[in-house]
């Protein structure tokens, strides 16, 4: 039996809990794009990448744990200075935890790791440490911010990704499209960004999974430019697609 195999432990899962009711009082505040189920699909792919790398030998718990906070300061959310100090802002969760369960994170430094992994997650935040010349070693060595970067990742890109897009596109009143020109539709996110999270996954079995929503993305914006350029149907043309329906009795 692996180490892998008995995670979590009763005491684990007694954090974890209190961690997930954190997160559901938090998320049940921000719109569908960005609720309590998005963080759930998180987690479930979060562990199933960290459980496929036993050789990295990744800290589950620091990964659940992180995958289930890692957007309760979602900037998009919360004010600046809510988000200005995750480390005072997440202290008495960890405080708690020590308390209540005998769990130390803050002496044992996983505390720390977690809130760090949770400032890291972003697309946004990784794309001005690029371009500033800011990224560290650590942001390109830590499996366990790899693994929740990209299960955040995946659930932007694919079927859930779509679905996303248009959620908070509606919570924001983006437009969905419109003519060429415009930057400020959800499919422009798309050519904008979601088009490029497939190349910047850092895990193998994470770039495996986005393979197949990338092409999936890819099918569906054609579909859009198809249906956005809609040409007339010529009565022939109407015919054969009317010969082509099938019988139902």
């Not at 919570?171 to 959800?186: C, E, F, I, M, Y």
Request: net charge negative; glycine share 4%.
């Amino acid at each position: 039996m692996t180490i892998s195999d008995m995670y979590p432990s009763a005491t684990e899962q007694l954090a974890l809990a209190a961690a997930e009711k954190l997160m559901v009082a938090t998320m049940a505040r921000y719109d569908p794009s960005h609720d309590v189920f998005h963080v759930q699909r998180v987690r479930k792919t979060a562990l199933s990448l960290a459980r496929s790398l036993p050789h990295k030998n990744p800290d589950l718990l620091v990964v659940d744990l992180a995958a289930l906070l890692h957007d309760i300061l979602d900037k998009k959310y919360v004010s600046p200075a809510e988000a200005a100090d995750p480390d005072a802002y997440f202290l008495p969760f960890f405080q708690s935890l020590a308390k209540d369960y005998a769990l130390d994170l803050i002496s044992d430094g996983r505390a720390t790791l977690i809130v760090k992994i949770v400032e890291n997650v972003s697309w946004t935040t990784e794309k001005k440490l690029c371009e500033s010349g800011e990224l560290e070693e650590w942001h390109t060595t830590c499996t366990e911010l790899h693994c929740v970067q990209d299960a955040d990742r995946l659930d932007a890109i694919g079927a859930f990704g779509i679905m996303r897009c248009a959620a908070y596109s509606a919570a924001v009143n983006r437009p969905l499209h419109a003519p060429l020109g415009r930057n400020d539709t959800a499919i422009h996110h798309f050519y904008d960004k979601l088009l490029h999270i497939q190349d910047r996954l850092k895990t193998e079995p994470g770039n495996m999974m986005g393979a197949r929503r990338h092409q999936f993305m890819l099918s569906f914006l054609q579909q859009v430019e198809d249906e956005y350029d809609v040409e007339p149907i010529l009565s022939g043309s109407l015919k054969s697609c009317e010969d082509e329906r099938p019988i139902v009795d």
